[in-house]
T-cell receptor, first 118, second 110 residues
Framework: NAGVTQTPKFRVLKTGQSMTLLCAQD?????MYWYRQDPGMGLRLIHY???????AKGEVPDGYNVSRLKKQNFLLGLESAAPSQTSVYFC?????????????????FGPGTRLTVL | QKEVEQDPGPLSVPEGAIVSLNCTYS??????FMWYRQYSRKGPELLMY????GNKEDGRFTAQVDKSSKYISLFIRDSQPSDSATYLC??????????FGKGTRLSVIA
């Protein structure tokens, strides 16, 4: 199992350019997430999906769009990149561990994409 | 006030020390509490999980949750240089996304 993979690992964009970040998981998880991580800000949820064909907004969705056409893939798009979107982007998928009251959700994270917008 | 507060550090300790990492939160609906460890330039990975109040121990790591005080802690005994990482607390209510703290950067000096 490769787990959660992200493409690309690094990217430099100019202001106004567009790009798509790809996240893929081979664990058959229903839930997938996109986060951004900035110094001093921690992990902030951008968008998430609870299954194929569904998406929902997180804490900081503005300037981003997402699509979940296939269960194993979750795409994050930047239509018109801005310097404020310079960040490290992490994708995650979720599994449920245990049963009943002791069950909990474990998120598996990808290695991240470092994006710089000039 | 953010839902989850965590001192970002950095925290530097000598090898063998006991480390205490903490988070406070404001949402009384939170009932699932986790600690993630993130090495430099890597994605976070789940370290400890606790449901509701109480303690949980796993080797050198102990997680504590005090829901009455809205306070959670992670203790690391006999800290090692390999424990040097950023530790993020995370928590959620039932069927809601995780909310992460900002993370505390820990360095264990040999």
């Amino acid at each position: 199992n490769a787990g959660v993979t992200q493409t690309p690992k690094f990217r430099v964009l100019k202001t106004g350019q567009s790009m798509t970040l790809l996240c893929a998981q081979d664990m058959n998880h229903e839930y997938m997430y996109w986060y951004r991580q900035d110094p001093g800000m921690g992990l902030r949820l951008i968008h998430y999906s609870v299954g194929e064909g569904t998406t929902a907004k997180g804490e900081v969705p503005d300037g981003y769009n997402v699509s979940r056409l296939k269960k194993q893939n979750f795409l994050l798009g930047l239509e018109s990149a801005a310097p404020s979107q310079t960040s490290v982007y992490f994708c995650a998928s979720r599994s449920i561990r245990g049963t009943g009251r002791s069950s909990y959700n474990e998120q598996f994270f990808g290695p991240g994409t470092r994006l710089t917008v000039l | 006030q953010k839902e989850v507060e965590q001192d970002p550090g950095p925290l530097s300790v000598p090898e063998g020390a006991i480390v205490s990492l903490n988070c406070t939160y404001s949402n009384s609906a939170f009932q699932y509490f986790m600690w993630y460890r993130q090495y430099s330039r890597k994605g976070p990975e789940l370290l400890m999980y606790t449901y509701s109040s109480g303690n949980k121990e796993d080797g050198r790591f102990t997680a504590q949750v005090d829901k009455s005080s809205k306070y959670i802690s992670l203790f690391i005994r006999d800290s090692q240089p390999s424990d040097s990482a950023t530790y993020l607390c995370a928590m959620s209510a039932r069927n809601t996304p995780l909310v992460f703290g900002k993370g505390t950067r820990l360095s264990v000096i040999a």
